[in-house]
Structure formats: structure tokens, C-alpha cells
């Protein structure tokens, strides 16, 4: 049943993989246009006309300058990768949705700049709107929730930090002056982790004006001195925050460690456990030595939808532990998701298609709105044009960051713009439209987009039991959400000797017109996941080429065309093909 509403899904809100829904997608546009010119033409009436300019007695592309410049773009434009295709199963890309497309174009034509409401009264509501669609399909209230669009995941994870920060600063200074002015020792770790209430508290009772409070303010002073003054307070030398990151991380993580000055030593990897999950065991050894080396934790991240495997780690089972030490010891670490990818699954909960998750990554999921902020990319699953990002909180306290001025952007009359609170001055709305538009449409529930992601999975299951049938070598690593990977080895073989056939293989995709697939190499922090791997086929580690990485083949079934069985049963014999051709001439290169 998910599998037939499926198929209705794409075949009614996606332009097609050979162009079926084209009349409408030209319909809509041109009505769009012609709504857009009415607009204009008769926004101000009493204006007097302009001369005609020489471009309106010009034919499209018949002797202009601009004409035949578009044309040239546009040829050139022929020769970029057809991401539309099914074929192409390579990265975190595939085909527009017409809601995503649609409302991406016309909120485009307006140019609205989200920066205030004075210069985008309409695209700032559509914002909000939209956050409010996010939040409740993420699981925060859409009343209470927070939020903005951003250029992707990278500047969402680095506004999370900023809050993080945020939040944190304000505890430690506030107790780092109690800690002065009463001669009491500071635990740099328990102060930066107290709590709004108690902070309040505090400030009451010693009577700390905003001001004092800025001058022992690392953000807001000079984070050397007060840095020093942390040391002499607690009786040891303060080495800064850390950052608790799973070993799947996205490469932005150590970006913002550069970029908010923290270092690199800064960033804490938790390891990943067999199945390429955080390890909440090592998690806890982390938190442990933070709390020992008087560090406090600026941010625990966990991923639902790692970039390379897309795993979602046991958020569930991360936050019970966090509740507990809430509890008993009063610590308040923030807790982010990084959903940039994965967010979206979360459609699929409360409906038929939460049947295509496994029980622990429905369970995962379901906890994302126990999160004090979240990363999600509308520009991926969601369907939508680059470069559409968002970032949400459960509510104003946590989205709270410094204040700046801007005068000429101040129009209280107008309400409340986000150009203070964003680290991005000025943002299209068209992907906050775009956003819109899929949620007033398809809508980000499990008889929705909901459905389209488990048809993803399911296109992925698909894909993994007709290759071990076919193709005893592929070994693929355990999946929780649409993305296959797979090393291609044989019984017993050395880890060495596995990744130069599989290498191999995918040079021979990389030459292939048919098919494009990617490649990603699992290291260090995922031992335990190369472990697992090589137990089920009896490989062994040798630490040739490497030094024990394992190379996989990377496969990513978003694109939503996948879900119609016509397409399966055309496309899947045929990727078979090629990868046996791929095997022999792999084995017949190394026997030479």
C-alpha cells in the first residue's frame, strides 16, 4: 500500500525521469510568469510607461547579445552530470520535486532578502511558516519552535555552535564572578553545564548587572584574560570546551572549530560501534574525561544520516543517558542532531511507512525533538533547489544568541527580523518558499514525503538483495536508512587484497556512461565496523594499503524514481551486468 502511494507521490509532484509531467511543469511556470507581470505591470499605475527597450522587438535568441549568450549556457549546461537520472545513485542528489521547483521560481522572481521584514514582508512569513512545518515533522512544538533557512548543513551546524557557546559562556562567567568575588573554588565543568534556572538564581542573589557579567564574558571581552582569570579561580589551567562528535561526522564540525576559535584539539571523537553508530559507551568515557580535565562540553553531536553509510545513532538511547545525569547531577550539555541528511526520514514515523525503518532507527528518530537544536537540508530529501539549509530549536530560549546593532534594519513597526540572530546577513527566501510549498503540497507526513522515503529505502533493499544474489563477492555494511555500501571480497581474503579489487570496480563505473556511483574509505573510527565486516566472510586485517581501512562502494537511493517497478526491473539487471564485467576485468588485471 506505502508502495502504490508512492508511486502516485512521484508520478504527481516530480517532473519525471524522461520528462512525463512536462505540459505541466510549462503550464505552472507560465502561469507563474504571467502572475509575476500583472504584478508588475500594475503594482503603480499612475507611473508613466517606459520606452520600449530593443530586447522586446527581438525574438528569443535571434541575433542579441543576451540571446545568444543563454544559448551558449544552456549547451554548456547539457554536458552537467544528470543528477535527474536514476542511474545516477552516486551522491546526495537527484531530482527536483515540482512543489520545490515551483515555489523556489516564483518566490525567485520577487527576490525577497530574508535579512528583514522590510525587505521581504511576505518571504519572512513564509519562512516562518516553513520552519513551523519542519519543526513539527522533527518533533518540536510548531508554536513554541525557532528557526531560520540557511546557505545548507554547514552554516546550520556552525549556528548551533553559536548558541551552544552562547549558553555556555553565560554560566561560566556568571560563575566565574561569583567564584571572585566570594573566594569559593570554580568547577569550571558543573558552572558551564548549571542551567538557565539556576543561573537565574544566582544572578539575583549576587546582584550581577549585564555588564559585569560581559566583562567576564569570553565571548563578549577578551577570551585570554578571562581565560586566565577561569585558571586562577579554579586552582588549575583552563584549556576551553570541547565538542563530543561521533566518528561519522561531517566535515564541518572541525570547520567550526577553526572558525569559532576553539582548535582542533577541541573536537572529541566518540567512536562508532559495529554497526556504525555512536558508541554510547565511549560517549560516557568522553564525558568522564571532560569532567576530569575540568573542560565543559560545548555541544554533544549525534548524526541521523551520516554522510558516508547513512547511519542515525541511537539518539534515544543517548538522551536517556543525558536525562539521567540531568537528574542526578544537574548538568544541562547541549544535545544537536545533525539531520542535514536524514532529518526528513522522520516523515515516515506515526503512519504505514515507519514499516521500512527498523525498530531502533525508528526509536532514534522518534527522540530528535528531545534536541536542543537540529541541522536539516531541504536541498536533499527534501526535494528541494540548492542551497536550502535550516536550523530549528525547540523554542526562543535556545535560539537566544548575542545582540548586535543595525539601525537601518531595525523596523520594529514590521516585527521582529532575523538579521541579528543569523549568521548569514542576507538570505533568499526562495528556499524557504520552495519548503513551503512541498509542505502545503506533498506535505512532511508518513501518507507524504513520508511515503517517498520508505519507497528510497525500499529501493535500497531492493538493490542489496539482488546484488548478494547475483553477486556473491559484495559484502554490504549493515543500513539504516538509503544508501548502500558494499566491498567486493571473497571468502578469507585479506582486507589488502579486497580493497584493490573493489578499486578497481568502481574505476570501472567511473568509466562507465550507464551508471555513476561514489566511493568512501571507513578508517580508524569505524574499527569496529571493519571488524564486523570482515567477521562475516572470514577476511582478515593484513594492514596492506592502508594500514586497515576498508574501501566500499557507495550507492545513494534518494532519487525518488527508483519507487516504480518498471524502473527496477530495467535498471537493476543492468547495473548487474556491469558489475560482473567490472569483477572480470578487476580479477583479469590483477592475474596479469
Not at 513551503?436 to 522515503?453: C, H, P, Q, S
Request: overall charge negative; some cysteine.
Amino acid at each position: 500500500m506505502t508502495a502504490d502511494l508512492a508511486r502516485e507521490l512521484v508520478g504527481t509532484y516530480f517532473p519525471g525521469a524522461r520528462s512525463e509531467n512536462e505540459q505541466r511543469l510549462r503550464g505552472e511556470i507560465d502561469a507563474t510568469l504571467d502572475h509575476w507581470f500583472r504584478w508588475r505591470s500594475g503594482r503603480f499605475e499612475d507611473s508613466a510607461p517606459v520606452t520600449e527597450p530593443p530586447l522586446a522587438r527581438i525574438a528569443p535568441r535571434q541575433g542579441d547579445r543576451l540571446g545568444r549568450r543563454l544559448l551558449a549556457l544552456c549547451d554548456a549546461l547539457t554536458a552537467e552530470t544528470p543528477t535527474y537520472s536514476p542511474r545516477y545513485i552516486a551522491h546526495m542528489k537527484a531530482d527536483l520535486s515540482l512543489p520545490g521547483l515551483l515555489g523556489w521560481f516564483a518566490a525567485m522572481l520577487h527576490n525577497p532578502n530574508n535579512s528583514s521584514r522590510d525587505a521581504s514582508r511576505v518571504g519572512s512569513v513564509i519562512e516562518a511558516e516553513a520552519i513551523g512545518s519542519l519543526a513539527g515533522m522533527l518533533g518540536y512544538d510548531p508554536a513554541r519552535a525557532q528557526g531560520h533557512f540557511t546557505s545548507g548543513g554547514t552554516v546550520a551546524n556552525f549556528e548551533a555552535v553559536w548558541r551552544a557557546r552562547y549558553r555556555l559562556d553565560h554560566w561560566l562567567a556568571l560563575a566565574l564572578h561569583v567564584a571572585e568575588t566570594t573566594g569559593e573554588a570554580l568547577d569550571p565543568f558543573a558552572a558551564a553545564h548549571m542551567g538557565w534556572d539556576r543561573f537565574r538564581a544566582l544572578q539575583t542573589a549576587h546582584a550581577v548587572s549585564d555588564e559585569v557579567l560581559k566583562s567576564c564574558s569570553a565571548a563578549a571581552s577578551n577570551p585570554g584574560d578571562v581565560w586566565r582569570r577561569i585558571s586562577r579561580a579554579s586552582g588549575r589551567d583552563y584549556r576551553g570546551p570541547v565538542l563530543l562528535v561521533p566518528g561519522n561526522r561531517h566535515y564541518s564540525w572541525s570547520k567550526s572549530a577553526n572558525v569559532f576559535g576553539l582548535g582542533g584539539e577541541a573536537i572529541w571523537s566518540v567512536a562508532l560501534d559495529s554497526g556504525g553508530h555512536l558508541d554510547l559507551g565511549d560517549f560516557e568515557r568522553q564525558v568522564d574525561r571532560a569532567e576530569a580535565d575540568g573542560r565543559p562540553i560545548l555541544m554533544a553531536v549525534a548524526v541521523a544520516g551520516a554522510t558516508e553509510t547513512g547511519a542515525v545513532d541511537p539518539l534515544d538511547r543517548l538522551y536517556d543517558r543525558m536525562d539521567q545525569w540531568r537528574a542526578d547531577r544537574g548538568w544541562r550539555i547541549w544535545r544537536h542532531v545533525d539531520a542535514a541528511y536524514g532529518g526528513f526520514l522522520r516523515a515516515m514515523l506515526d503512519g504505514p511507512a515507519e514499516a521500512a525503518l527498523a525498530p531502533a532507527t525508528a526509536a532514534a528518530l522518534g527522540a530528535m525533538g528531545r534536541s536542543d537544536s537540529i541541522t536539516i537540508d531541504p536541498h536533499k530529501l527534501g526535494y528541494v533547489p540548492y542551497a536550502c539549509g535550516a536550523f530549528l530549536t525547540p523554542d526562543a530560549e535556545r535560539y537566544a544568541v548575542s545582540a548586535f546593532d543595525a539601525p537601518y534594519l531595525d523596523r520594529p513597526e514590521l516585527g521582529e527580523g532575523k538579521w541579528s540572530s543569523t549568521l548569514e546577513g542576507s538570505r533568499s527566501a526562495a528556499g524557504a518558499a520552495a519548503t513551503w510549498l512541498t509542505a502545503e503540497t506533498l506535505g512532511f507526513t508518513a501518507d507524504g514525503l513520508g511515503a517517498v522515503m520508505a519507497a528510497t529505502i525500499e529501493a535500497r533493499q531492493a538493490f542489496e538483495s539482488a546484488i548478494r544474489e547475483a553477486v556473491p563477492e559484495a559484502r554490504f555494511l549493515d543500513a539504516d536508512s538509503n544508501i548502500a555500501c558494499f566491498s567486493l571480497a571473497r571468502p578469507g581474503e585479506a582486507l589488502g587484497h579486497a580493497n584493490v579489487r573493489t578499486q578497481a570496480v568502481f574505476d570501472h563505473f567511473q568509466r562507465s556512461p550507464h551508471f555513476s556511483v561514489s566511493k568512501t574509505t571507513l578508517g580508524a573510527d569505524n574499527a569496529a565496523l571493519i571488524a564486523n565486516v570482515l567477521a562475516g566472510y572470514g577476511g582478515h586485517d593484513n594492514r596492506l594499503d592502508g594500514e586497515g581501512e576498508m574501501l566500499v562502494i557507495r550507492c545513494v537511493f534518494m532519487n525518488p524514481y527508483w519507487s516504480e517497478p518498471s524502473v527496477r526491473q530495467e535498471l537493476l539487471p543492468r547495473f548487474i551486468e556491469e558489475l560482473r564485467e567490472a569483477l572480470t576485468d578487476a580479477d583479469s588485471a590483477r592475474a596479469a
